[in-house]
Nanobody, 124 residues
Framework: QVQLVESGGGLVQAGGSLRLSCAASERTFSSYVMGWFRQAPGKEREFVAAISWIGDSTYYADSVKGRFTISRDNAKNMLYLQMNSLKPEDTAVYYC?????????????????WGQGTQVTVSS
C-alpha cells in the first residue's frame, strides 16, 4: 500500500505563492492517478486538481484554474501543487490522494489513498 506525506504548507499573504509537495512510498507511483483536495473549517473536502499517469493530462476546479498548477515527477515519486495569487478563500488543509487507475478522476470517494494533510493559511 502506498503512503503519502504532504509538506510545504504555511502562512502566506494574499497574492503570494506556495508550493506543496506530496511524497509517495510506492515505487510504481507512475501507475497512479494523483489528485489534490482541500478542506476548510466547517466545510466538506473539495476537489482541487488531478493529474494523469505521465502528467500529460490535468484537470482543475474552477476556483483555482489559472492560479494553481499540478505536476508530478515519477522518477522521484513526487507530486506537486504550485499555488500562485493566493486568496484568503484558499485557506484550508490540503491533501494529496492516489488511485491505481488509468482514468483521471475528481470525485473524493474514488481515491483509495490519502495523506495526512498540510495546513495552508492565507491572510488578507
Amino acid at each position: 500500500q502506498v503512503q503519502l506525506v504532504e509538506s510545504g504548507g504555511g502562512l502566506v499573504q494574499a497574492g503570494g505563492s506556495l508550493r506543496l509537495s506530496c511524497a509517495a512510498s510506492e515505487r510504481t507511483f507512475s501507475s497512479y492517478v494523483m489528485g489534490w483536495f482541500r478542506q476548510a473549517p466547517g466545510k466538506e473536502r473539495e476537489f482541487v486538481a488531478a493529474i494523469s499517469w505521465i502528467g500529460d493530462s490535468t484537470y482543475y476546479a474552477d476556483s483555482v484554474k489559472g492560479r494553481f498548477t499540478i505536476s508530478r515527477d515519477n522518477a522521484k515519486n513526487m507530486l506537486y501543487l504550485q499555488m500562485n495569487s493566493l486568496k484568503p478563500e484558499d485557506t484550508a488543509v490540503y491533501y494529496c490522494a492516489a488511485r491505481r487507475t488509468m482514468r483521471i478522476i475528481t470525485a473524493r470517494n474514488e481515491y483509495d489513498y490519502w495523506g495526512q494533510g498540510t495546513q495552508v493559511t492565507v491572510s488578507s
